[in-house]
């Protein structure tokens, strides 16, 4: 039988089923947790900026299997494409990307020592990987192959220079982590910015195998 202390007590909500704790939640509106916390809002904003890239690249992608026929009469993949030099490229890149794993398990150790030194040998290698490639490119325009010679070498030179401009962008961005960790130690904060970091890289590397798969690989047995 219910008694008068029974109803004037606020009824106990054990599973949280309700739409939160008392009447200051519900005069916020938010819920019971209230707005999500700013980690969340980084990594959904993050995974959403990740997706727009990978759009981005498909597109390229989609113009290069279309173009890659039009070479206007001027030399084609197979004529230009030294597999040598990619496969050190690509293996440059690949060993930066592993590197940076070993970063970020030195981040989760709390080892700054270790954290720097794989951050900074994942810096080498895509600084080679960079130097690779700009190189290539150097060499294509002193034979006349540029990116105006024939719509083949605009795809070419627009896909594999969008990736470039993203490892160089991703240097800059590894140099700026390695001077917060150096200064401001493993915060919160800025190990969520290093996680971000570290998703870029991996799918720059997972980009770049595609890459060059389809450009480097059948464009030169074509």
């Given amino acids: 039988m219910m008694t008068t202390a029974d109803i004037a007590a606020p009824r106990q909500d054990p599973?949280?089923?309700?739409?939160?704790?008392?009447?200051g939640s519900l005069a916020r509106g938010h819920g019971e947790g209230g707005p999500a916390p700013k980690r969340i809002i980084v990594g959904y904003g993050f995974w959403i900026f990740l997706l727009s890239d990978i759009v981005m690249f498909s597109a390229f992608f989609a113009a290069f299997a279309v173009l890659q026929g039009e070479t206007a009469g001027g030399p084609s993949g197979k004529d230009l494409f030294d597999?040598?030099?990619?496969?050190?490229?690509?293996?440059?890149?690949?060993?930066?990307?592993?590197m940076c794993g070993m970063a970020s398990l030195a981040a989760e150790?709390?080892?700054a020592l270790w954290f720097h030194a794989a951050m900074a040998?994942?810096?080498?290698?895509?600084?080679?990987?960079?130097?690779?490639?700009?190189r290539e490119f150097w060499v294509?325009?002193?034979?006349?192959?540029?990116?105006?010679?024939?719509?083949?070498l605009s795809a070419f030179f627009t896909l594999v220079?969008?990736?470039?401009?993203?490892?160089?962008?991703?240097?800059?961005?590894?140099?700026?982590?390695?001077?917060?960790?150096?200064?401001?130690?493993?915060?919160?904060?800025?190990?969520?910015?290093?996680?971000?970091?570290?998703?870029?890289w991996h799918a720059l590397d997972i980009i770049w195998v595609a890459l060059f798969t389809v450009v480097y690989l059948m464009g030169a047995g074509a």
Avoid: N
């Avoid at 597999?83 to 592993?98: M, N």
């Avoid at 982590?177 to 200064?183: D, G, P, S």
């Fill in 15 to 23: 599973y949280h089923i309700g739409h939160g704790h008392g009447h």
């Fill in 161 to 200: 220079g969008c990736h470039g401009l993203h490892v160089t962008a991703g240097l800059l961005w590894l140099l700026t982590m390695m001077a917060q960790i150096f200064a401001k130690g493993f915060r919160p904060d800025i190990l969520r910015r290093y996680l971000c970091f570290s998703l870029f």
């Fill in 121 to 134: 040998a994942t810096f080498v290698f895509g600084a080679a990987f960079i130097y690779l490639e700009v």
């Fill in 109 to 111: 150790a709390r080892r």
């Fill in 140 to 152: 294509l325009v002193e034979q006349g192959a540029g990116p105006t010679r024939s719509a083949f």
């Fill in 83 to 98: 597999l040598r030099i990619t496969a050190i490229e690509t293996g440059c890149l690949l060993i930066s990307s592993f």
